[in-house]
């Protein structure tokens, strides 16, 4: 039996295939998964239903079983609509997960279009596609080193 939150099997294998700095994409119902990603990432889907599993929960699971050097959400471009209502409030949530982890990492948004070409970097092992329904939710991790 696994003490970590993460008991996905196929997660897990990838997890212990990715080294450091590889990249791993929390993405939301909204993003399109199947054509934006690197050529070495594998997709899971784990969108259920609408809003179920979120992306909060994904990275909570994530962060119980490895190190993570940057945590990147996808950046509001200044002519989008969404932009003049501030940031998103699931990025709150974010930072929560973040802090009950206890991870001393930051969430650093990056443009829109700059995280698209992060994703399809070669270094991206993996999306997992989520049913979050909540806006500007897709979260990128990078991997740290297992220090101990």
Not at 2 to 12: F, N, V
């Amino acid at each position: 039996m696994l003490k970590s939150q993460l008991i996905h099997p196929e997660i897990l294998r990838v997890c212990a295939q990715a080294g450091h700095h590889a990249k791993i994409l929390i993405a939301d119902g909204n993003y399109p998964a199947s054509s934006k990603k690197g050529p070495n990432a594998e997709l899971i889907c784990l969108n259920l239903a609408p809003g179920c599993v979120t992306v909060a929960q994904v990275l909570r699971a994530l962060l119980s079983a490895v190190p993570v050097d940057f945590v990147n959400t996808m950046g509001i471009p200044a002519d989008d609509s969404y932009a003049q209502q501030g940031e998103p409030p699931v990025w709150n949530e974010f930072r929560a997960v973040l802090a009950e982890a206890g991870s001393p990492v930051k969430l650093e948004p990056i443009l829109k279009w700059d995280f698209y070409k992060h994703v399809e970097s070669p270094d991206h092992v993996l999306t997992i596609q989520t049913g979050d329904q909540a806006l500007w939710a897709n979260v990128l991790l990078t991997l740290g080193c297992r220090t101990n």
